[in-house]
C-alpha cells in the first residue's frame, strides 16, 4: 500500500516576522488537501509563533542538538524546539553536513535526541555531483543512511529526505529513472536496517521540486512526498505541490 504523500518546506535562513503571514496561507492551502500531510520548517525564531498561529498544521525545525543541554552556544536542544511548538525537526541537511561538518554519528544522536523527546525526525541524505559522475551515488548515500540510522527507528516518528546535492536551489533534478533507482536503494536498505515496518519510513525527494515537475516526481515509485526549499517561501508556489501530491 502506498504511503502517504508528505510534502515539508524548508524556509533555511528565511524568514522574518512580516513572513508569518506566508505560512498561514500555506497552512489554509494545506487544509484543503487533507489527504496530504504538510509542514515547514521555519527558523528557529519564527518557530513559537508560526505554531500558535497555525494549530493543527505540521510545524518544524531544520535542525536540533544532539544534547538535552549544557555548554553549547548557539545552539537549541530538542526541548527546546519541542517547547516553542515544533512537532519534528529535519537532521543532516547536506548545508549543514557542509558547513557545520556534522557527521553521520551525530545525525543518528540528533536523531535519538528529538525521538526520545517526543518529536519526529527527517534525516537527509544525498550525493554530490562528482560522487554521481563517479559512480558512487547509491554507495555514499547507502552509507550515510546507515551511518546516521537511528537505534528504535519507526515510521511514526522517522522520515528520510532523498536531496541529491546538485539538485538543491540550482533547478537542476534528475532524471525520474535515476530517482526510482536511488529511492528503490534506498527502501531496500531500510529493510536491511529495520526489517519489519521499513515499508511504512517515507522517503521523500528533494532538490528544485517545484510547482511544474512535483507531479511527475511524485508520480515515482517509493516516492512519498517532497523536502522544498525556494518553491516553500509562500503558498503560491508551495500550494502547487502539496495539491500535486493529493492527486498522486
Ligand atoms: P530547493 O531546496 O528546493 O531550494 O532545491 C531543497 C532543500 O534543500 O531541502
Keep these: 500500500m502506498a504511503n502517504r504523500k508528505y510534502i515539508v518546506g524548508n524556509w533555511k535562513m528565511n524568514g522574518l516576522r512580516s513572513e508569518l503571514a506566508d505560512i498561514s496561507a500555506i497552512a489554509a492551502a494545506s487544509a484543503s488537501h487533507p489527504g496530504v500531510d504538510a509542514g515547514i520548517c521555519p527558523p528557529v525564531t519564527l518557530i513559537a509563533e508560526a505554531a500558535k498561529s497555525n494549530p493543527g498544521f505540521g510545524i518544524g525545525a531544520q535542525d536540533c542538538h544532539f544534547n538535552a543541554k549544557g555548554a553549547h552556544t548557539g545552539c537549541v536542544s530538542a526541548a527546546m524546539i519541542k517547547e516553542a511548538g515544533a512537532g519534528f525537526s529535519i537532521l543532516g541537511h547536506s548545508e549543514r553536513r557542509a558547513d557545520q561538518h556534522e557527521t553521520d554519528a551525530e545525525i543518528k544522536a540528533k536523531a535519538e535526541a528529538v525521538h526520545a523527546a517526543g518529536l519526529g525526525a527527517i534525516i537527509c541524505v544525498g550525493e554530490t555531483e562528482e560522487e554521481r559522475d563517479a559512480g558512487k551515488a547509491i554507495a555514499i548515500v547507502c552509507g550515510q543512511l546507515s551511518g546516521s540510522f537511528p537505534d528504535g527507528a519507526d515510521a511514526s516518528w522517522l522520515t528520510i529526505a532523498y536531496e541529491p546535492v546538485w539538485a538543491i536551489g540550482t533547478g537542476r533534478v534528475p532524471e525520474a529513472s535515476d530517482v526510482e533507482e536511488m529511492h528503490a536503494a534506498i527502501r531496500h536498505k531500510l529493510a536491511e536496517l529495520m526489517g519489519q515496518g521499513s515499508d511504512a519510513i517515507r522517503i521523500l525527494y528533494g532538490g528544485s521540486m517545484n510547482g511544474s515537475n512535483a507531479a511527475e516526481l511524485l508520480a515515482v515509485p517509493n516516492v512519498d512526498g517532497g523536502l522544498v526549499g ?15 501530491a493529493a492527486k498522486a
Design 230 to 244: 525556494g518553491a516553500s517561501l509562500t503558498a503560491e508556489k508551495f500550494g502547487p505541490i502539496i495539491e500535486a
